[in-house]
Nanobody, 115 residues
Framework: QVRLVESGGGLVQAGGSLRLSCVVSGGVFTINRMAWHRQAPGKQRELVAGITGGDEIEYVDSVKGRFTISRAGKTVYLQMNSLKSEDTAVYYC???????????WGKGTQVTVSS
């Protein structure tokens, strides 16, 4: 069974940095796409950044130039710099895998940016 486990969240001051990690485990499979989503209180979950198996990358406009998504094997990272209070949210790791239907999600990690 595929599992995604996030880590690296926490409390940071505005302007600071955090690095989130997502480890994928549970079997032998090919990654089609990994992504980070976030959900702030009272708001819908939104895509923050995504990376395909071929390393094509996309970002939501609000994080371009500040966040960097990367992948090493079955671990996906989100380096977050110049954090703002509006980045406060629960961050979720998402994965899509060859031969497996649907999306897989981690349980999320809280990021809180104090102003």
């Amino acid at each position: 069974q595929v599992r995604l486990v996030e880590s690296g969240g926490g409390l940071v001051q505005a302007g600071g940095s955090l690095r989130l990690s997502c480890v994928v485990s549970g079997g032998v499979f090919t990654i089609n796409r990994m992504a980070w989503h976030r959900q702030a209180p009272g708001k819908q979950r939104e895509l923050v950044a995504g990376i395909t198996g071929g390393d094509e990358i996309e970002y939501v406009d609000s994080v371009k130039g500040r966040f960097t998504i990367s992948r090493a094997g079955k671990t996906v990272y989100l380096q977050m710099n110049s954090l703002k209070s509006e980045d406060t949210a629960v961050y979720y790791c998402n994965g899509r895998f060859a031969g497996l239907a649907g999306d897989y999600w981690g349980k999320g990690t809280q990021v809180t940016v104090s102003s």
